[in-house]
């Protein structure tokens, strides 16, 4: 599926944008809790607004992703985890 959206992405005057999601394993979870507390932003809403008590974080290059394409993000959000920023 990732290839197939990423080749959708490539063709000429084609813009793909998409999100996927997935259980957090132990790779995630160490990946998280590494983080500083400085790398967690406030999560937006669709309407722009920031999510009571809700944060983001990239975690691109922190997790082992074999066969994802090149240039693909990875990033955690949710609940603000107790350590980030509120």
Known sequence: MLDRLHEQDNKRGRRVEYSLGW???EAERVAITALPAQAWS???D???GVRDGAAVAELTGLLPLPGWP?????SSG????????N
């Open 23 to 25: 259980s957090i394993g």
């Open 42 to 44: 406030p999560a937006i």
């Open 46 to 48: 669709a309407d722009g």
């Open 70 to 74: 090149a240039g693909m993000r990875s």
């Open 78 to 85: 949710g609940n603000a985890p107790t350590r980030a920023p």
